[in-house]
């Protein structure tokens, strides 16, 4: 099973604590040496990183965790390869432009039949299921609604109507972006943490490192992080359970 990461916040946040942890499963504590990739959004731009090398060994991550890039949303993906061969252009989170903007995705799990689906407006680059079902939800997306929809609520209960279909060729645990919303949905497994005052101190699971965010943080500040399994030991992380579609946005659950 690969591996997920995502942030929502509502002030500028680096990823680096979070990020530490995750990258130690590329190889150190977990099988997931085939390659990883983030994206870190700042407005309406976005920053990619990305590398076919397990992320333990990578000089890449090595800049991600000690950087403090700042970012409201980002999303992070460490592979485990099933479908799909061990190389750049299949490497998480993908991203294509809709309505102008940047839309990020990644994924784990394995979907039945899905390039049985025809496209339309987006094609895959790589050759994984996941690549494949990301155009195939903005086909759908982009032919619902031609042009960006007023109304938030029926995007993402038409995003919530999608991903349930996939689920439904197998496991589809997934995150997305248009660097607004942070989008989350469950099929097996998927967790997450929302920070807020009173901030305290955080052990991560798969290293030895703490840190106190009362000393990182003021107390107007709001981070949700999402993740496959919980990366710290001492806080309590909610489980999503099958079914589960859940929307951030500056660092709450909308949804």
Not at 41 to 54: I, K, N, P, S, V
């Amino acid at each position: 099973m690969c591996q997920l990461m995502g942030m929502s916040a509502n002030v500028p946040t680096d990823i680096c604590f979070s990020f530490t942890g995750l990258i130690q499963r590329g190889g150190v504590t977990g099988p997931h040496r085939d390659g990883w990739g983030i994206a870190f959004y700042e407005g309406r731009g976005c920053r990619f990183f990305h590398d076919q090398y397990a992320g333990c060994e990578s000089q890449i991550a090595g800049l991600v965790k000690e950087f403090p890039i700042k970012s409201h949303i980002v999303i992070s993906h460490i592979r485990k390869a099933n479908r799909g061969r061990i190389c750049l252009e299949n490497t998480h989170p993908f991203v294509r432009e809709l309505w102008g903007c940047y839309w990020s995705f990644a994924h784990n799990g394995q979907l039945k039949g899905i390039k049985k689906k025809s496209l339309t407006h987006y094609h895959p680059v790589g050759s994984t299921d996941s690549e494949y079902a990301f155009c195939w939800m903005l086909d759908q997306i982009k032919d619902k609604f031609p042009k960006k929809p007023e109304s938030k609520v029926k995007l993402k209960g038409f995003i919530n109507q999608l991903s349930d279909q996939l689920a439904e060729r197998g496991i589809f645990n997934m995150l997305l972006s248009d660097s607004v919303y942070l989008y989350t949905y469950c099929s097996t497994k998927l967790c997450w943490i929302t920070r807020k005052a009173p901030f305290g101190e955080a052990e991560l699971k798969d290293v030895e490192m703490k840190v106190n965010f009362c000393h990182q943080t003021t107390p107007k500040d709001i981070v949700s992080v999402v993740a496959t399994e919980q990366l710290t030991n001492n806080e309590k992380w909610v489980q999503m359970s099958k079914g589960d579609f859940l929307v951030f946005k500056n660092g709450l659950s909308t949804v």
